[in-house]
């Protein structure tokens, strides 16, 4: 495996994100702030890391034919792991993720990388993997959830630079605001791609 060149693929031209629109769904719900993006998209990567470590490890044990329910089992017990942590260590963090901590175990991104990758390659090779499409996808909430705050709210991780005189946009802040920045984030990461050489 060439790393430099799985770093840029899962950065740039295969983010999960912005290369495959993969986890939509706390992608659009909680970055409302850089913050918030960061801590799901953390969370998210110590899922990936751990459920393609343990998957790899058994991919000669587990039967074919129960391999889905077995690899859901271990991404849930990662999640676990991360719920109950947030919960005893960041909760204020933990609230205000909420319901999309558990709703992590259907993340398409921990799953899909398990069936097409951790089960059929090395435990390092497997963990690389989950720890780059991690960090691409904490990467791609950390852009969406910055300027959707500093849009929104004049400010970025919490602390106000903007001027007061400055208006902000509260849509930036609800929903729609959210399609709309990663509208313009999918255009500027597709000329991204291309000027790298991807397809």
């Known amino acids: 495996m060439n790393y430099a060149d799985k770093f840029k693929k899962t950065f740039f031209t295969e983010n999960p994100v912005t290369g ?18 960061i801590g799901m998209g953390l969370a998210t990567t110590f899922v990936l890391m751990g459920s393609n470590l343990v998957i790899s490890l058994l991919r000669n044990i587990i039967p074919a034919r129960v391999r889905i329910p ?5 991404i849930a017990t990662f999640v676990t792991i991360v719920d109950m942590g947030l919960q005893a260590t960041l909760f204020e963090l933990h609230k205000t993720l909420g319901l999309f901590i558990p709703l992590i175990v259907v993340n398409c991104i921990i799953l899909g990388r398990a069936e097409a ?19 691409g996808f904490t990467f791609s909430l950390f852009i969406l959830g910055t300027i959707r705050e500093i849009l929104g709210s004049g400010a970025i991780l919490g602390m106000t630079f903007i001027p007061e005189n400055f208006r902000t946009v509260l849509l930036f802040v609800l929903a729609p605001g959210a399609f709309i920045t990663l509208g313009f984030m999918l255009v500027g990461m597709n000329r991204i791609s291309k000027a790298l050489g991807g397809k």
Do not use: Y
Request: glycine share 10%.
């Open 70 to 74: 077995a690899f859901i089992v271990v």
């Open 20 to 37: 495959m629109l993969l986890g939509m769904c706390p992608t659009l719900a909680v970055t409302s702030s850089a913050e918030n993006g």
């Open 117 to 135: 990758f951790a089960s059929k390659n090395s435990v390092l090779q497997s963990f690389i993997d989950g720890l780059f499409n991690g960090l």
